[in-house]
């Protein structure tokens, strides 16, 4: 039975059913996927290309320090053409840049990689595909997905740190919004780094505290999240597969982290395509040698192969992208067991 297969562990009790699978390919025991794996991967070339993407990022970043004069100019040069732009000083702007991101990087990893015969020995198992989408769908999905965010973008004025506040009471004035109120300097490039990096580990706490409640609580999880998790096989589509509230929850934890720091609007539209990755990569299904998960040592990093999991078992990996939150969590649960089983037997004695 698939879907008996596909369940989840009885250890971590929880709301979520098993997934059931429509899909041919049965999953692996754990015990045939070790030999699937032995069989089908090259752990030491594995090994390499994990070693040769930390020192391409070590490179990078110590490039980075060395050529910072050059990489500040770009971002000022970068700055004053985007705000000449009229689609850059739309209220729409980021809405419209998240569904590009989307659209463009759904294609360019997950896509490509899935008809690259040499890379299905990554798969974490044989039932992840790429389900593709018709036109239509992909319009309605778009639309679904604006609609929303446009109505909060065309109501609400966006108060970005640098800006004058008189503006902000001018544009109050108007119901309907259709400019934003950009700030007239550029971000500078340690901000902007920094920015990122704290604004990406912000959400990932924030959204674990809500995505943990998502599954906790018996109403949330049938009427808002179990959409998410209603699916036959991994794909990347699942990244989007999303009820409105959750979709809005999301977008505003993420704008959330972004408000915390002051993120400058360059630092908010280099975010997105690097947040909008970041999910698409934990619905690929694949344990690919340069994901994330990977590279970043001492297993901080969840990524693909954590998702899937909890995808599957739905009892355990609520934090998005790393996994510190997740082992406080099963170090306490687990601590509560002892001490529950120890107060019980004592009552008995």
């Not at 692996?28 to 030491?44: A, G, M, P």
């Not at 901000?191 to 599954?215: E, K, W």
């Not at 649960?333 to 001490?339: A, L, P």
């Amino acid at each position: 039975d698939i879907s008996r297969n596909m369940g989840r562990s009885n250890r971590f009790p929880d709301l979520q059913s098993p997934i059931a699978s429509t899909n041919n390919a049965a999953p692996l025991t754990k015990e045939s996927q070790d030999v699937v794996s032995v069989e089908r991967r090259d752990y030491s070339l594995d090994t390499c290309i994990t070693w040769a993407v930390r020192i391409i990022v070590i490179f990078i970043s110590v490039s980075c320090v060395f050529y910072r004069e050059i990489l500040q100019n770009t971002i000022n040069s970068s700055w004053l053409f985007l705000q000449k732009s009229w689609i850059f000083n739309s209220v729409y702007f980021e809405t419209w840049w998240a569904t590009f991101c989307f659209a463009w990087i759904v294609p360019l990893y997950p896509f490509t990689i899935h008809f690259i015969p040499s890379f299905n020995k990554y798969k974490i198992d044989p039932s992840v595909t790429y389900v593709h989408q018709t036109v239509l769908g992909m319009l309605k999905e778009a639309v679904i997905y604006m609609a929303p965010l446009m109505f909060l973008d065309t109501v609400t004025v966006k108060k970005y740190h640098g800006v004058d506040p008189s503006l902000w009471k001018t544009k109050q004035q108007s119901v309907i919004q259709h400019t934003r109120a950009l700030p007239l300097d550029p971000p500078e490039l340690g901000r902007v780094l920094f920015d990122l990096i704290a604004s990406i580990m912000t959400f990932d706490v924030f959204f674990f505290i809500v995505h943990l409640f998502f599954h906790k609580n018996l109403w949330l999880f049938r009427n808002i999240h179990a959409h998410h998790h209603h699916h036959d096989v991994m794909h990347p589509h699942v990244t989007n597969k999303l009820t409105v509230v959750e979709r809005i929850v999301l977008i505003l934890s993420a704008n959330f982290a972004l408000k915390l720091f002051q993120s400058h609007p360059l630092t908010r539209m280099l975010f997105v395509p690097v947040f909008v990755w970041l999910l698409v990569e934990n619905h690929t299904g694949y344990d690919l040698p340069f994901g994330l998960h990977r590279v970043i040592p001492f297993h901080l990093y969840g990524g693909s192969v954590k998702h899937y999991k909890h995808h599957i078992h739905g009892s355990k990996y609520y934090q998005p992208f790393f996994t510190y939150l997740d082992l406080l969590l099963e170090y306490f649960i687990n601590t509560k067991k002892i001490q529950w089983k120890y107060n019980g037997s004592k009552e008995k004695q």
